[in-house]
């Protein structure tokens, strides 16, 4: 019934009027998207990152291997649940903070699966500063 009414206002509307409210319309959904969006979407930097000297910055560090840049727990993690772990191969790991003072852990990694055939996968876990996996987001 609502619809109705608001339908048969907005039937006698100039083209002129309809297009602002499409354009209204338009701006506050895409601002109520990014705006709900922002808080998960992380920005990712590459490893390492040697811009900040603090103590937070060189505990994030100890978590990587110095050699290939990959998360230690990570790839511990990656292997246990893989069907052949002697097949990993570590392409590249990226990582970034949320607002809960975890680390977003983004690592890509090349391996075999059940019918041998090479397979590029990204996982993202979430670790804590002390270089612990709180949680798988995706890649499982």
């Known amino acids: 019934m609502l619809w109705k009414k608001l339908y048969s206002k907005f039937k006698g509307l ?21 705006y709900t969006q922002l808080k998960t979407w992380p920005v990712l930097e590459a490893v390492p990152s040697y ?17 290939d840049w990959r998360h230690e727990n990570v790839s511990k993690a990656i292997k246990n649940s893989m069907n052949d772990p002697d097949s990993y191969e570590h392409v590249e790991t990226k990582y970034s903070h949320n607002w809960a003072n975890n680390i977003i852990v983004t690592t890509k990694v090349r391996w ?12 993202v876990f979430q670790t804590d500063e002390n270089c612990n996996i709180v949680s798988v987001l995706s890649g499982e």
């Open 14 to 34: 100039s083209i002129r009027k309809k297009i602002e409210i499409y354009l209204i319309a338009w701006v506050l959904i895409i601002w109520w998207v990014i």
């Open 51 to 67: 811009t900040s000297e603090s103590k937070s910055s060189s505990s994030r560090e100890s978590c990587f291997s110095s050699r």
């Open 112 to 123: 075999k699966n059940t019918f041998w055939a090479k397979i590029l996968k990204e996982y």
